[in-house]
């Protein structure tokens, strides 16, 4: 029991630092987020709602400009005021916003928020034990290999995680007669809206799946349920 020690205690650091980073993230988004309200994204909320079978969806709107949307860990939607100057200036349609309310909704659904604390502290400890043990046959180099694995183990589990929230949405889309196009419309402007680019980084290392990958998993799914495969 003793020589595992070290890492029961820094899986309990990790867990309590990530209850403490959760905190803060929730304390920023109750000082700088104000409730949604808007005369063209209301009624499509409304319109997920009822096909969730729930009342209107409430969100927020996160007062910064970056444009993104984001599951708080108390199950909470967001979008970023910058998001929402797009769709003011028809950079966006009320619909593709939708579609990012409904991906964020997945997240909340999938439980994604609780199982990121196991994968976190899981990939930290994993990061560790390699790290003791190809530093001792590989000095130096061995600490970046061990690096490069447990990023490239993030990744893979936050890419996971994406599809599931894009099916998910998918469905709700369908299913609240909005359809698939506005998701798969915003995805061919993500990259222009965020100003975010692949930047040299392997796609097994970025958290987000490609977004050509992400439209042909929307396809996929399209294809399947449409030969009545749920």
Known sequence: MLKFMPILLLAAYITAMWFFSTWRVKQELNTRSTPLNHPRLNPILERLGRAMDLPPIRAHIYEIEPVNGLAAPDGRIFLTRGFIRKLDSCEVTAEELASVVAHELGHVAHGHTRR????????????????????????????????????????????????????????????????????????????????AGMGGAPAWLLSHPRTDKRIAAIQANEARWSQGDR
Do not use: C, H
Request: charged share 15%; proline share 2%; aromatic share 8%.
């Open 116 to 195: 990121r604390l196991v994968d976190f502290a899981g990939q930290n400890v994993i990061r560790m034990v390699l790290v003791g043990v190809l530093g001792r046959f590989i000095p130096f180099v061995g600490a970046w290999i061990a690096n490069l694995v447990s990023s490239a183990i993030a990744a893979r589990l936050s890419q996971q995680d994406e599809y599931e929230a894009d099916a998910f949405a998918s469905a709700l889309l369908v299913k609240a007669g909005i359809g698939t196009g506005p998701q798969k419309s915003l995805f061919a402007k993500l990259d222009a809206l965020t100003g």
